[in-house]
């Protein structure tokens, strides 16, 4: 464990050693590895350019709509060059369904231009050139490093704000402090696939309304276990997405709920 995890000030916990916070926040993180063996960024891309884009048309949308779009966006704008040059009407009128597509129209054109310009048509690979560009915050830059460059880095969404609060990791509320809070809990190499498998557990296990806890693997590391039903019966039935009948399999409860057909 490094000086920099025991070292690093938390208010969280006030309780809890920092040790003990840091060994609880690593084997949470290593259950969630079991509970979710196989996380991946839940957009649909294929190379640096269109994962940029698709984090971009994200905002204020679901994953599942993103990838809806994508497809014939993708098959019309292939290059930067393309997004530089492109029609608003037309473009505009492909991302449309993802909402607020003026603005994301106009942070594509910005991007492409801006690729063009100054790095050749590329996505660079590092987070001080990625926040440069039009349209890309701090978290779309960590998605692009983690999942098109294999750069650890830790996204901070709606989800993942929620669930670090609830285990109590940090008591910060920034976006930025809490990437560098848990940055200093969990180690480097972990830092991508750790912020897909909370966005995963906090989509279909810890809601913000109603989380499973009665058939939450992490429950006995997790604070706020009882927020939600602790019942395994009514747990079960708000556990969502493909993952659910692996999920109830491991469940830690005694009356374990018999596996329900996927949804
Ligand atoms: S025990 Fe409940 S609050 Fe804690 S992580 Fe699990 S579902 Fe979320």
């Not at 915050?137 to 704000?161: E, Q």
């Not at 940055?183 to 897909?196: F, N, P, V, Y």
């Not at 693997?217 to 556990?239: F, H, N, Q």
Request: proline content about 6%.
């Amino acid at each position: 464990m490094s000086d920099e995890a025991l070292d690093a000030g938390t208010g969280a916990a006030q309780q809890e050693s920092r040790l003990a916070l840091v060994r609880r926040a690593r084997r949470m993180n290593r259950t969630l590895a079991t509970a979710f063996p196989h996380v991946f960024a839940e957009l649909d891309f294929t190379n640096p350019l269109e994962l940029t884009v698709a984090t971009i048309l994200s905002a204020q949308c679901t994953d599942k709509r993103v990838n809806e779009v994508t497809p014939a966006l993708f098959a019309r704008y292939r290059t930067a060059a393309d997004y530089a040059g492109a029609r608003r009407d037309e473009l505009e009128e492909l991302i449309r369904p993802t909402g607020f597509y003026r603005n994301k129209a106009t942070s594509l054109i910005g991007l492409g231009q801006a690729l063009v310009e100054k790095h050749d048509g590329r996505v660079p690979g590092t987070l001080a050139e990625l926040v440069e560009l039009p349209g890309i915050g701090r978290k779309t830059a960590n998605v692009v490093l983690g999942n098109a460059f294999d750069v650890p880095g830790i996204t901070v969404d709606t989800h993942f704000l929620r669930l670090v609060a609830r285990w109590r990791w940090t008591d910060e509320t920034d976006p930025v402090k809490v990437e560098h809070a848990v940055g200093a809990l969990i180690e480097r190499k972990e830092w991508t696939l750790l912020s897909h498998r909370v966005i995963f557990h906090g989509r279909r296990v810890c809601h913000a309304r109603r989380p499973a806890c009665g058939v939450c693997l992490i429950a006995r590391d997790c604070p706020s276990y009882g927020i939600g039903p602790t019942d395994p019966e009514a747990a079960a039935a708000l556990v969502r997405g493909p993952e659910t009948d692996h999920l109830l399999a491991l469940a830690p409860t005694r009356a374990r709920p018999r596996p329900r057909r996927r949804r």
